[in-house]
């Protein structure tokens, strides 16, 4: 990392722990206060994602969803033939597409270090992969745009021995370093397919709109970054002893700050050029690719930009409240396929195929790397020699 970009994440972090002194006062002290330990070593971890009524819910849920795949689809008039190309399937590049996804999560983990692992810290290599493939397993499983992980890595980080504070602008700088990946692709993939610099058909609905949808998120971000440091703050002391509308406007300042204080802290992260960053284009890139290959598997696959947008396009299922966008993301992929004039049934037989290595394949690691996470945490909590990291320290 360079003087200037880690001068730049010191400030950040700095900025953010005032913020922190100034607008939470009834946080413990700080860093190696005893009652900052104390804090840490009794956060319960995240209820909702992993209740026991939760994971019977999700055990029912998985049977009905397999009957529904294996049971009532190929019933259906017209899909019992494409049902039955799956038993087809290329071999190679079956085992092509599994590798694929392998290298997509190894991503995935580089990011997660490159982003909230420093100098200090316990989180080595096999705690980075506990906690990724455990919040991975919880955002596919339990809570719709990822409030699952994010609460279950925001946790694990915590006990980990990371201020709050800090949790909070690294869990924000770490998204939006992944999902600019996604907006940037709509973006640049939505204009190429309609002016026919990339091959492929170029429906309107399904090219321009993604388009404008990213271009919207980018500059909203990038005026998010211009708030002042310490805006909140301002905003807060500027509502002191005013109207309920001064306070109300103050209150919903902390959003838009947060998010700027993450932006800023990505950026810095980009400008360190720490080759691990590049995690962010390989989960996405991989994981596309694990699509193409399964394309492969059974026919000829459609050209690369025409993967790339229904892949993105589908993605935006995941908002929706159903576990992983399960049925809303196969649905979403398989309908913009169909707007690009790829076969429906080719197109459906390689989307169902892709959500088995990307969805239900990395279920069984997830869930047995969050029995272990469990572990480890406990085993932080017993030898009792940790301490808060510094921001300081966190940004070297």
Known sequence: MTGESRDGLRMEEARTSAHRGASAPAE????????????????????????????????????????????????????????????????????????????????????????????????????SYQITMAGLAATRLFASAGAGGIALT?????????????????????????????????????????????????PFGFTVIP????????????AITLLPAGFERRLQSAAQGSG??????????????????????ALSLLRSRDPALLGALAWWGFDIAVLWASFHAFGQSPPWSVIVMCYFVGMLANVLPLPGGVGGVEGGMVAAF???????????????????????????PGALAYWQLRHTVAGWQ??????????????S
């Open 382 to 395: 017993a030898d009792g020699s940790g301490r808060l990291a510094t921001p300081g320290e966190l940004a």
């Open 211 to 222: 388009a404008i949808f990213g271009a919207v998120v980018i500059v909203l971000l990038g």
């Open 338 to 364: 169909l707007a690009f004039d790829v076969s429906g049934s080719l197109a459906l037989v390689s989307v169902i195929t892709y959500r088995a290595f990307s969805f239900w394949l990395p279920t069984v």
């Open 154 to 202: 925001a946790w694990a980080l915590r006990r980990s021995g990371m201020e709050r504070r800090v949790v909070a602008v690294r869990m924000i700088a770490f998204t939006v370093l992944l999902y600019s990946v996604y907006m940037a692709t709509l973006v640049l993939d939505g204009i190429g397919l309609r002016t026919g610099m990339f091959g492929g058909h170029a």
């Open 28 to 127: 413990p002290a700080g860093p190696g206060h005893p009652d900052g330990a104390m804090d840490v070593a009794h956060e319960d971890m995240p209820r909702r994602p992993m209740t026991r009524r939760a994971i019977v819910a999700l055990a029912v849920f998985l049977v009905v969803s397999l009957a529904v795949f294996y049971f009532v689809l190929p019933k259906l008039t017209g899909l019992r033939s494409t049902w039955n190309r799956i038993n087809n399937g290329d071999p190679g590049w079956l085992g092509a597409a599994a590798a694929l996804e392998l290298l997509s999560f190894l991503g995935y983990v580089a990011l997660f270090r490159a982003v909230f692992v420093r100098r200090t810290t316990r989180v080595g290599w096999r705690e």
């Open 244 to 265: 309920r509308v001064a306070r109300l406007l103050a209150r919903s300042a902390d959003g838009p700050a947060s998010v700027a204080e993450g932006t800023r802290a």
